[in-house]
């Protein structure tokens, strides 16, 4: 059921977030099948660049503002696994070790106890806002 915060939504982003809020508030499903359909999340803060250390693989990456975590760990040939490229699979979830920001998840896989826990971010829709974070992908090096 909707609140009172959908009653004096005007815009897409402040609908979508009641919605995203009622969602929260069902129980889990008993199983994944039971999850018929999921809608994104536009986020909590407006989207702006950041930076993310990836500990595993000690690198730093810049993620531009139109950009996802996602593509710049790609493009420092850091591959995850990942499908969706929305926030619904999982895949292409990293490990958060610190955060010096606001994450800012934009996905509808993790629950929001995961969220509020703030240590797993989907990498092609999660940010960070006002700060940088330090993540592990969970890479082993075959050496070690
Ligand atoms: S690729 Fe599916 S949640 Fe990121």
Known sequence: ???????GAE?????????????????????????????????????????????DHAITVSVPRDGT??????????E???DCLRGECGLCTVRVVACDGALDHRDVFLSAAEKTRGDR???CVGRVH???????????????
């Open 121 to 123: 971010l989907c990498a």
């Open 1 to 7: 059921m909707l609140t009172g915060r959908a009653v």
């Open 80 to 82: 995850l696994p990942a």
């Open 130 to 144: 006002g700060g940088s974070v330090t993540i592990d992908t969970g890479y082993t090096s075959e050496l070690a």
């Open 11 to 55: 815009t897409t982003d402040e609908i979508f977030g009641a919605v995203l809020d009622a969602l929260h508030q069902l129980p889990e499903p008993a199983s994944i099948g039971q999850r018929m359909a999921t809608v994104g999340s536009s986020g909590r803060h407006p989207r702006a660049p950041f930076v993310a250390r990836v500990r």
């Open 69 to 78: 975590l996602l593509d710049a760990l790609a493009a420092a040939g850091v």
